[in-house]
């Protein structure tokens, strides 16, 4: 099992940057890729971004150029830097990550998630 826990939320203004952070803990097998998604009010979860075990990235268009994700699955740590941040990008950000076992089977887990608000 492997707990994930995301920091750096909080309120910023229009414009603004905010580093997130996710950092795993416990054992797994091998640890495919890690990313963030986000949930704003009355919407579905959202893929924002994902970097993978060969350092692979890959961003939902929303955030391209503005969102840069970086990480280490060998050590279950990822971040998520966001900058010209706007009222859209307001949600609950979750870190996710997809481990594979032996046999094939991919096993998700995900953090409790981290609250991001963009107003003036």
């Known amino acids: 099992q492997v707990q994930l826990v995301e920091s750096g939320g909080g309120l910023v203004q229009p414009g603004g940057s905010l580093t997130l952070s996710c950092t795993g803990s416990?054992?797994?097998?091998?640890?495919?890729?890690m990313g963030w998604y986000r949930q704003a009010p009355g919407k579905q979860r959202e893929l924002v971004a994902t970097?993978?075990?060969?350092?692979?990235?890959n961003y939902a268009d929303s955030v391209k150029g503005r969102f840069t994700i970086s990480g280490d699955t060998n050590t279950k740590v990822t971040y998520l830097q966001m900058n010209s941040l706007n009222r859209e990008d307001t949600a609950v950000y979750y870190c996710?990550?997809?481990?594979?076992?032996?046999?094939?089977?991919?096993?998700?887990?995900w953090g409790q998630g981290t609250q991001v608000t963009v107003s003036s």
């Open positions: 996710n990550a997809g481990s594979v076992n032996p046999s094939g089977d991919t096993s998700w887990y």
């Open positions: 970097v993978s075990a060969n350092g692979k990235t």
């Open positions: 416990g054992t797994t097998f091998f640890i495919t890729y």
